[in-house]
């Protein structure tokens, strides 16, 4: 069932939409058209493809294999849904006609095609959202990237920022592994344990034979976080920071810094140091830092909200929104590789 909750929102107005009925609607500032359809017929609908018009300007979303694959909808339910690039900037008022084109499969015309059309008017939120998150199913979902960091032949300051949704019913073998850059004998990562609800930030040195985490949080199934990763080389020592939603949870001083060079890639929900570390939840707009953020830019990075930019003038390394693929959009080409990920529109907004 989907859950829609769009955070400082502007109601819009809702006209049709006979058997498909759309129940609440969002335009944001970068330009996602965000709308829960429901079903009042008396059969599961199966969603084809949805197209939405504003101005001289016409969007169609149509399902596929990664994207909200086969998307159904049972009577009384829900589904959020997003239609990407239609919406003008914030604080225009927008009218948008829009045809939901469905099926029902379980009915004696399986393959009919039906339209619900209605029309979404309003003004454009000034917030944003990305049109899909990334959804790992804690057994076999990750994604690798080119990235081979830290790279260089010293210690190196880092920064790891993401959003994290964490689901009921994870598998009992899930570690739940959010990120890592490890190969098993050198290495950090992040990881989320679904029993205690804790993040735990480790390293892992063969140079200095130790294992060092960082325990931090309280997290709620089905509640979206910013987590924020900093570590810092200061007199007395390396300092790991843990930040969730903006505000310091745990600080630790680290007994050996991470030693460079690390020939192995940076990935994206799962860490390799543990088996059954795959990662059950919804992951987005991850950023990879090559220095250390201040709590004021950790703040920005929460404020900024699900569908924000990385931070301008730092050493960003990578950034990926994972806004329906794995591509690094930081300009240094560090793409991922998603595999058995699938994106979805279907998220409730932080």
């Not at 009384?76 to 003008?88: D, E, K």
């Not at 690798?144 to 964490?166: C, D, E, I, K």
């Amino acid at each position: 069932m989907g859950i829609f909750n769009p955070s400082s929102s502007i109601s819009a107005t809702i006209t049709g939409f006979a058997s498909a009925p759309v129940s609440s609607a969002i335009c944001t500032s970068n330009g996602v058209l965000r709308f829960a359809v429901g079903d009042t017929t008396s059969n599961i609908i199966k969603i084809k493809n949805i197209t939405a018009t504003i101005g001289s300007k016409t969007v169609t979303f149509t399902p596929n294999a990664t994207i909200d694959p086969n998307p159904t909808i049972a009577p009384g339910n829900t589904y959020t849904f997003s239609v990407p690039n239609v919406c003008p900037s914030a604080g225009t008022h927008f009218s948008a006609a829009v045809t939901i084109n469905y099926t029902e499969p379980g009915s004696i015309f399986p393959s009919a095609v039906y339209p619900s059309s209605g029309t979404i008017t309003g003004t454009v939120s000034a917030s944003t959202a990305q049109s899909y998150v990334a959804n790992f199913n804690g057994v076999n979902s990750y994604i690798t990237t080119s990235l081979l960091y830290p790279s260089g032949n010293s210690q190196r300051n880092f920064s790891l920022s993401l959003w994290f949704m964490p689901k009921s019913g994870a598998p009992s073998s899930c570690y739940n592994g959010l990120s890592d850059s490890d190969n098993g004998n050198n290495g950090w990562g992040l990881m989320y344990w679904p029993d205690t609800h804790r993040l735990d930030f480790w390293i892992l040195s063969t140079v200095s034979g130790t294992v060092q985490d960082m325990e931090f949080g309280n997290l709620i199934n089905g509640s979206w976080v910013n987590v924020v990763i900093t570590y810092n080389k200061t007199p007395t020592g390396y300092i790991g920071n843990g930040y969730i939603n903006g505000v310091l949870i745990s600080s630790n001083v680290l007994r050996s810094p991470v030693t460079l060079p690390m020939p192995y890639g940076f990935n994206i929900g799962r860490a390799r140091q543990s088996s059954g570390s795959i990662s059950f939840g919804l992951i987005s707009g991850v950023q990879l830092y090559n220095s250390t953020l201040t709590s004021s830019q950790v703040t920005e990075l929460y404020n900024n909200g699900i569908g924000g930019r990385y931070l301008n003038n730092l050493k960003v390394i990578g950034f990926w929104p994972l806004n329906g693929t794995a591509k690094d959009y930081s300009g240094n080409g560090n793409n991922g590789v998603a595999t058995n990920v699938i994106f979805t529109s279907n998220y409730p907004t932080p």
